[in-house]
């Protein structure tokens, strides 16, 4: 059984460009969630997606936007990258009629 | 609302020193409450759960018991090892049981375990 995978592992942007970060969920699973993690920072929930919607939001301008595909994987794209938004970005995902979430082990944007 | 306060860190033990990690909750409804680990570098590792009040979780040697008077969830190891050395982090999630909804995080507690 294939773990939660993320891509890419690391990225270096600017400030105002836009960036897309992939997500594949485990097997069996149809709901993904993103979250942020500022360095020393416990995660902080970006948005949940459920079949291709979206479903709650945590308190993250609009632009951060997200993506779900039928497959279950999923994208988070940031535009107009600002300096705070350096951070790991971690991908979870849930199913099969368990609440566990299981996370990817993460995209660090740094933004300069 | 729904919030999480870990003890602040950094926690340093010496190798098979008992560890406790204090974790209090405030939530609306009754959640489900976890344990992650998170070494460095890496992404975050479920370490354990309980899902009701009186529940204890376990798993390699860590324990929390789910305490609903005294909303808390606190993390024992009674003998911990260098390779425990990772930051903690407790969380709690309102959608009990099912697979919608969010994770709270506390801010996470650095353990460091030297030999």
């Known amino acids: 059984e294939t773990g939660v995978t993320q891509s890419p592992t690391h990225l270096i942007k600017t400030r105002g460009q836009q960036v897309t970060l992939r997500c594949s969920s485990q097997s069996g699973h149809n709901t993904v969630s993103w979250y942020q993690q500022a360095l020393g920072q416990g995660p902080q929930f970006i948005f949940q997606?459920?079949?291709?919607?979206?479903?709650g939001r945590g308190n993250f301008p609009p632009r951060f936007s997200g993506l779900q595909f039928p497959n279950y994987s999923s994208e988070l794209n940031v535009n107009a990258l600002e300096l705070d938004d350096s951070a790991l970005y971690l991908c979870?995902?849930?199913?099969?009629?368990?609440?566990?979430?299981?996370f990817g082990p993460g995209t660090r944007l740094l933004v300069l | 609302g729904n919030s999480v306060t870990q003890m602040e860190g950094p926690v340093t033990l010496s190798e098979e020193a008992f560890l406790t990690i204090n974790c209090t909750y405030t939530a609306t409804g009754y959640p489900s409450l976890f344990w992650y680990v998170q070494y460095p570098g890496e992404g975050l590792q479920l370490l354990l759960k309980a899902t009701k009040a009186d529940d204890k979780g376990s798993n390699k040697g860590f324990e929390a018991t789910y305490r609903k008077e005294t909303t808390s969830f606190h993390l024992e190891k009674g003998s911990v090892q260098v390779s425990d050395s990772a930051v903690y982090f407790c969380a709690l999630k309102t959608d009990r049981g099912s697979t919608l909804g969010r994770l709270y995080f506390g801010r996470g507690t650095q353990l460091t375990v030297w030999p």
């Open positions: 997606y459920y079949r291709e919607e979206e479903n």
């Open positions: 979870a995902s849930s199913g099969g009629g368990a609440e566990t979430q299981y």
